[in-house]
């Protein structure tokens, strides 16, 4: 497996879609509103590859996560963490976390932040023991109960 940085050269969009829409699967009927990752297409990853800093682990020529990185001041918000669902467990989510780390680092940055859905309390344990802590909650736009969990790890 290797990381590789998605850039200008990267032409596999309807793979990288494919990609994030089965690792959000998942969340289907669980999570209220549902993910933003419905709303994505071939052209706005395209749009998302340029305006932010995205990688993803490979082997050979299959996909088997991604992360879009967005520098803001004082962290490195964490977007769109996809791992295939045949790759889970297998420490892709973790080279994409690391690789992010990295690039905080080289950024300046002090700290990684993400956002993750208040019923997924699995994911909230997964990041946790990665060394991220809840810093707050919010509701999306419509809604009078949280529902998303924003977490935080310092560098």
Request: a positive charge; charged letters at 25%.
């Amino acid at each position: 497996m290797e990381t590789i940085r998605l850039d200008g050269s990267f032409d596999r969009y309807e793979d990288l879609l494919s990609l994030i829409l089965s690792s959000f699967a998942y969340m289907d009927g669980r999570i209220d509103p549902p993910s933003s990752a419905h709303t994505l297409t071939v052209a706005s990853l395209r749009r998302k590859v340029v305006d932010e800093i995205a990688f993803a682990v490979t082997t050979g020529r299959e996909l088997l996560g991604c992360v879009f990185c967005k520098p803001e001041p004082d962290c490195l918000y964490i977007g769109k963490l996809a791992v295939a669902p045949k790759a889970q467990g297998r420490g892709v989510g973790r080279m994409l976390l690391a690789v992010a780390e990295e690039t905080a680092r080289a950024l300046a940055l002090p700290a990684l932040r993400l956002q993750t859905r208040i019923e997924l309390t699995e994911n909230h344990a997964a990041f946790a023991a990665l060394g991220f802590v809840e810093t707050s909650r919010s509701a999306h736009p419509g809604f009078t109960r949280p529902t998303s969990i924003e977490m935080r790890k310092r560098l």
